[in-house]
C-alpha cells in the first residue's frame, strides 16, 4: 500500500510547487492579488485543470452525458446548473469514475484531468480519487470517530505514524472551518455531529488525501440555511487553493460563489461562460428561460 | 345558544348546502356497535397475546420447579465439578463432560458457519451481480428448511463411513462430524441475517470510500463490515444458537459418549451434548427421581444460555436498525 505515492498521476510542474506552498493560511495572500487580477480579466487565468473533448456517458440506452466540451480552470470555482436529470451529477462523477459502480455505465470521447484521459484503460483509480476528491449529496461520514474519518485517507495511504496523522486531523479540520466546534472531541462519533457539521467534516476528510480538485455534487442540498451558509463560506476559502466544481440546484448560490457556470439541459451542454456573464447576458434562449424561472 | 348546537345544525345544513347528500356523522346505532367492535376485538387480542407470553412464562416457571429439588439437593458442586455422567449405574452426575460436549460442537460450528456464512454474505451483498443475488439468497435460506433429522442421516450414513474408512478414525461419529454438521446447517442463518446487515450499510457510505480511493477490498474491509458489525455479530449469535439448541443431529452424529475428550484437541473422539443427553435419557429416567430432576437441572442451563445469547443478538439487532434510523 506504500507504493501509491509512486504512481502518482501526472502532474503539472506548477501544480507540484504549489503542494510545497501550501498548508500555510497565510499564503493565499499572494495568490489572491493573482486572482483578483483573475477576476477582473478572467478567461486568460490559468490553463484547464479538467478537459472534456465530446465526452459522452451511457447507461445501456439512456444517454446521460452528451458530447460535452468544456475547461475547467485551475483554482476556481465552476458550477454546473440545471434542471433535475439533467446530466450535471452524472458528468460531475465521470470526473473521478463513480459511474463505475454503475455496472452499464459506458464513456465516449475523452475526459482529461491535469492531462490523463480518465477513461484509459491504465488509469490508476486511486490515485484519481485521491487527487479529485469529493463531497456527496447528502453527508456520509463512517461510523467511526471524527478522527478516524479524517485520518481514512491518510492511512490508507500508508501513513501510520500518529504525530503526522495528528497534524493532517488538524490541518483538515481547519480547513474546513471545523476544528474549533470539535477539537474537544475528536474521539466522539462523526454521527453524533450535526447535519452541516457532518458535512464539513465529509470536506475535511476529502482534503486529508490532498487532493487538486474537490468535486461537490448539491453539498447544501440536505442542509438548513445557516449550515448552507457556512459550506458557502469554506467554499470561498478553499478556492485559492482548490479547483471546486460544484453541482447545484440552487442558482442564488451559483451566482454567490462560483466564478464560471455550466448550464446543461437534457444531457448537453448548454451554455459555460462566466457565471456574470450566464447571469446577467446568457446567450442562449434555453439559459434564459431555466435561470429566469420559465422552465426546469 | 350554546356554540356547539349552533355549530352542529349549521354544520349539516351547511354540508347539505355544500351538496354532501350522505351525512358526515354516525348513526347512534353503528356508533354504538363500532364501539363495542372495538371492544371484543381488544379483548381477544389481548387474551390471545397473553396466553402466548404466559406459555413460555409457565415453562420456565416448569423447568425451573423440576430442576430445583437437584439444585438444592447438595450435588451442585459434582454437577459442575465431574466429568463422571453415569446417572443409571452409579448415581454418578457429573455433567462437566457434557458440557464439555456441547462446547465441542458448539464452539466449533460457530467458528466455521461464522467464517463461512459472513464471507458468503460478504458475497452475495458486494461481489456477485444484483440479479444473480436475487436467486442465491433465497436458495440459502431454503437450506434452513432442511429437517434436521436429514442433516442426522447425512452424517450418519455419507460422513461417518467416510471418516471411518479414508481418514482412519475409530469411530465416524465424533467432534469432527457432529461440527462440520452443525455449522452446514446454521450457515443459511448466518448468511441470511448478514447480508441483510450489509445490505443495510447503504449506497453512500460505500461511495464514500470509493471517492477517498478505497479498493472494493479495502471498502468492505474498512468500511462496510465494521459499519454492519452489529448485524454480524447478531447473526453470528443467531447461527450459535442454532447449534447450541441443535439435538436430533448431534443425537445421531456424535457418538454420545459421555467423556472429556484427551487429549483435548483430538477430534475424532466421540462426545455427547446436554441437549442429546435429556433427549435419549428422559424416556429411560423414573419420575421424580435424582435423574429426572438433574436432567431438568441440564434443561434449565440451557435455556438459560439460550435466553442470554438470544438477549444479545436482539441487542445488537436494535443497534443495527437505530443506527439505519438515525441515518449514516
Redesign the interface.
Given at each position: 500500500m506504500s507504493d501509491r505515492g509512486n504512481f502518482d498521476m501526472t502532474v503539472m510542474p506548477d501544480q507540484e510547487e504549489r503542494t510545497h506552498s501550501r498548508g500555510g493560511v497565510s499564503l493565499p495572500k499572494a495568490e489572491q492579488t493573482t486572482t483578483a487580477a483573475a477576476e477582473s480579466d478572467p478567461m486568460q487565468c490559468c490553463e484547464a485543470v479538467i478537459r472534456a473533448k465530446s465526452f459522452s456517458l451511457y447507461y445501456g440506452q439512456t444517454v446521460g452525458v452528451k458530447d460535452v466540451t468544456l475547461d475547467i480552470y485551475r483554482c476556481s470555482v465552476t458550477s454546473i446548473i440545471g434542471p433535475s436529470g439533467c446530466g450535471k451529477s452524472t458528468l460531475l462523477r465521470s470526473i473521478?469514475r463513480?459511474n463505475d459502480?454503475v455496472?452499464s455505465a459506458r464513456a465516449e470521447g475523452k475526459l482529461e484531468v491535469a492531462g490523463t484521459d480518465v477513461y484509459d484503460r491504465r488509469i490508476n483509480?486511486?490515485?484519481?480519487?485521491?487527487q479529485v476528491?469529493?463531497v456527496?449529496q447528502?453527508p456520509?461520514?463512517?461510523?467511526?470517530s471524527i478522527y478516524d474519518n479524517i485520518a481514512?485517507?491518510p492511512r490508507?495511504q500508508g501513513i501510520r505514524r500518529r504525530s503526522r496523522l495528528d497534524e493532517i486531523v488538524e490541518r483538515c479540520l481547519r480547513s474546513a472551518a471545523l476544528w474549533e466546534e470539535v477539537r474537544d472531541d475528536l474521539k466522539k462519533s462523526a454521527?453524533a455531529l450535526s447535519g452541516g457539521q457532518q458535512q464539513r467534516l465529509?470536506i475535511a476528510?476529502?482534503l486529508a488525501?490532498e487532493p487538486k480538485v474537490l468535486l461537490m455534487d448539491e453539498p447544501c442540498s440536505a442542509l438548513d440555511p445557516i449550515a448552507t451558509g457556512r459550506i458557502e463560506e469554506l467554499i470561498g476559502k478553499l478556492r485559492d487553493n482548490y479547483s471546486i466544481v460544484i453541482v447545484t440546484h440552487n442558482m442564488q448560490q451559483a451566482a454567490r460563489v462560483s466564478e464560471r457556470t455550466a448550464f446543461m439541459c437534457m444531457g448537453e451542454l448548454i451554455e459555460y461562460g462566466l457565471t456574470r456573464d450566464v447571469f446577467t447576458n446568457p446567450q442562449q434562449k434555453r439559459t434564459e428561460d431555466y435561470i429566469t424561472g420559465r422552465f426546469g | 345558544m350554546p356554540r356547539n348546537e349552533l355549530t352542529m345544525t349549521e354544520g349539516s345544513e351547511s354540508a347539505a348546502a355544500a351538496g354532501f347528500d350522505r351525512s358526515l356523522l354516525l348513526t347512534p346505532g353503528r356508533d354504538l356497535a363500532g364501539y363495542l367492535g372495538r371492544g371484543i376485538g381488544w379483548v381477544l387480542l389481548t387474551t390471545v397475546a397473553c396466553a402466548s407470553v404466559m406459555a413460555v412464562m409457565l415453562i420456565f416457571v416448569f423447568i425451573f420447579k423440576e430442576a430445583w429439588p437437584f439444585l438444592t439437593g447438595g450435588r451442585v458442586m459434582e454437577f459442575f465439578g465431574s466429568t463422571a455422567w453415569y446417572p443409571a449405574r452409579d448415581d454418578e452426575f457429573g455433567a462437566l463432560s457434557l458440557f464439555a460436549g456441547s462446547a465441542y460442537a458448539t464452539a466449533g460450528a460457530t467458528l466455521i458457519a461464522g467464517l463461512l456464512g459472513v464471507s458468503a454474505a460478504v458475497f452475495l451483498s458486494d461481489i456477485v451481480p444484483f440479479r444473480i443475488r436475487q436467486i442465491l439468497k433465497p436458495v440459502v435460506e431454503i437450506l434452513a428448511a432442511i429437517p434436521s433429522v436429514a442433516y442426522g442421516f447425512f452424517a450418519l450414513l455419507v460422513v461417518a463411513p467416510w471418516m471411518q474408512d479414508t481418514l482412519g478414525f475409530t469411530t465416524g461419529t465424533n467432534i469432527l462430524n457432529v461440527t462440520v454438521m452443525l455449522s452446514i446447517m446454521a450457515v443459511p442463518t448466518v448468511v441470511s441475517i448478514a447480508e441483510d446487515a450489509l445490505t443495510a450499510v447503504g449506497r453512500n457510505l460505500r461511495e464514500g470510500a470509493y471517492a477517498m480511493g478505497c479498493t472494493r477490498a479495502e471498502t468492505l474491509v474498512k468500511v462496510v463490515i465494521p459499519a454492519a458489525h452489529s448485524g454480524i455479530i447478531a447473526a453470528v449469535i443467531l447461527g450459535m444458537m442454532r447449534a447450541i439448541g441443535e439435538t436430533m443431529l448431534v443425537w445421531m452424529a456424535s457418538g454420545n459418549a459421555a467423556q472429556v475428550p484427551s487429549p483435548w484437541w483430538d477430534l475424532s473422539q466421540s462426545v455427547r451434548t446436554v441437549t442429546a443427553t435429556i433427549a435419549g435419557e428422559m424416556g429411560e429416567t423414573e419420575r421424580g427421581g435424582v435423574h429426572y430432576h438433574a436432567l431438568f437441572a441440564l434443561g434449565l442451563l440451557l435455556l438459560t444460555i439460550t435466553f442470554g445469547l438470544n438477549l444479545v443478538s436482539e441487542y445488537f439487532l436494535r443497534r443495527t436498525r437505530r443506527r439505519q434510523g438515525t441515518g449514516g
Open positions: 473521478n463513480m459502480l455496472p483509480l486511486v490515485n484519481l480519487r485521491q476528491g469529493m456527496f447528502h456520509n461520514p463512517f461510523p467511526k481514512f485517507g490508507l454521527l465529509c476528510r476529502a488525501t | -
